[in-house]
């Protein structure tokens, strides 16, 4: 008896459930242990802390952390808030770089002023960075208000 030829999307369709199918037998286990390590990693959300933010329970992690974190920021802002270049990815985005460096300069300076400055919010950032090794910040460009 001659087998039936399957068309191109059933074949998809096959693939696609075959694949689906193997995920959710053969990958759940180690997704429930990821989940499991997750957890114990990030510890139990402090009170104050956002959600993103780690919750280091780990006595010797967070000597480690806080000992490395003031050194980046030293490394990073030797010079205070100047202490950086802006480097032109091609030929004319040179006269656009002091232009650059003022906006820059302004959001730096005005970052964190209800915090207790940029550098009490370099260090949350810096210290996210050392125990993820990612971090997030956002650097607003232009606020505008809708007058309605």
Do not use: H
């Amino acid at each position: 008896m001659k087998k039936k030829r399957k068309t191109k999307g059933e074949a998809l369709v096959e693939f696609v459930l075959d694949r689906y199918n193997y995920s959710k037998t053969e990958l759940a286990g180690i997704r429930s242990q990821w989940l499991e390590y997750y957890e114990d990693y990030r510890g139990t959300i402090a009170e104050g802390k956002e959600p993103w933010q780690a919750n280091y329970i780990i006595p010797t992690l967070k000597d480690v952390v806080r000992t490395k974190v003031p050194l980046y920021a030293n490394i990073l802002f030797a010079n205070g808030l100047k202490s950086w270049d802006i480097i032109p990815g091609e030929e004319e985005d040179e006269k656009i770089i002091p232009i650059l460096k003022d906006v820059m300069m302004f959001q730096l300076e005005n970052c964190g002023k209800n915090r207790g400055g940029f550098f009490s919010v370099i260090n949350e950032f810096l210290t996210q960075f050392e125990i993820y090794g990612y971090s997030v910040a956002k650097v607003p460009w232009r606020v505008e208000k809708n007058k309605g």
